[in-house]
Nanobody
Framework: VQLQASGGGLVQAGGSLRLSCAAS????????MGWFRQAPGKGREFVAA????????NYADSVKGRFTISRDNAKNTVYLQMNNLKPEDTAVYYC??????????????????WGQGTLVTVSS
């Protein structure tokens, strides 16, 4: 499956953005999906994950209550709604797919496919 992330940009602190991850090649209903991010000079970190149906989600503590992951299997797309953005949310955001569709996991190495990333910059 090929993944294409989009929707990044420059936003002021307190603002909102919605990231999209469009999949091609395979239907994403066969995959659990996740969002990760990598800030300059730091490692890639988990943001959010969702199982194949959308019934199960998981979030990093740093984004809980501000970010929402969702999916539209009919559109083969996963979303990350980001509200009340903070400067520390500045990073390149990546979407990823995991062949085991039922469990939501936060470990980078457990994902099988990755998109190219979209840059989110939050100004103070």
């Amino acid at each position: 499956v090929q993944l294409q992330a989009s929707g990044g940009g420059l936003v002021q602190a307190g603002g909102s953005l919605r990231l999209s991850c469009a999949a091609s090649g395979r239907t994403i209903s066969n995959y659990a999906m996740g969002w990760f991010r990598q800030a300059p000079g730091k490692g890639r970190e988990f943001v959010a994950a969702i199982n194949w149906s959308g019934a199960s989600t998981n979030y990093a503590d740093s984004v809980k209550g501000r970010f929402t992951i969702s999916r539209d299997n009919a559109k083969n797309t996963v979303y990350l709604q980001m509200n009340n953005l903070k400067p520390e949310d500045t990073a390149v955001y990546y979407c990823a797919a995991r062949r085991n569709p039922t469990m939501v996991v936060s470990t980078t190495s457990m994902y099988d496919y990755w998109g190219q990333g979209t840059l989110v910059t939050v100004s103070s």
